[in-house]
């Protein structure tokens, strides 16, 4: 077993590589492909980038940035791509509270992240299930359910701590750029490094619009309530 001190070697060394709290830029290529980024653009390609969001306490503003519903015909191989929540209780968006406090301070991912994956994934359901396959409430696709050694992949203590370890994974492999990570999670490493950024896929472009817009939601009600 992991010796208490090489746990907390671990846990300083996650603390350190936490995604920035930064603006938001984005512009559109000549072959309208919709570019995010959360790393300031160096000034002489600044022009073309147009500002989201202003930091902290501003509220994000995305033309065109609806709630993701993942709606629409046929199966898109996407985590993303889910059934409406069935649990309607207004409780389900508190009720985990104390697991996304733990995922949070263990693997160092700021909780309104966490909260903003769960809200676009799966609306606090903990019984959703995509056509692709992805479970719970942060969408667990059956490949990761297998490198996670993920036994019960419905309940939402395992659901949440795996989905926060897959965002620490990214974070890490993204050096802590916030859009990269969010694009890696539903679209994979894969596609954000072929693209160099996020991808052009209709699907991953709502979904990052999606969440960014609710981590500002809830980055604002965390500093509320301080």
Known sequence: MRTLAALTIALAALASARPAAANIYS??????????TNVEPPASKRPRWRLLSNGPGKALTVSGASPWTGSGGGCRASRADVVPARDRSPDRYVRYDGIIDYASRL?????????AIIKVESDYDPSVVSCAGAKGLMQVMPYEEKSEHIEHVFDPWQNILAGTRMLRSKANHWNGDLVKTIASYHAGVGAVTKYHGVPPY???QQYVKSVLK??????QRELAER
């Open 214 to 219: 609710w981590y500002e939601k809830y980055k």
């Open 27 to 36: 512009y559109t290529d000549d072959n309208g492909i919709l570019h995010f």
């Open 202 to 204: 209709e699907t991953t």
């Open 107 to 115: 693997y160092a991912i700021p909780e309104p992240l966490i909260r």
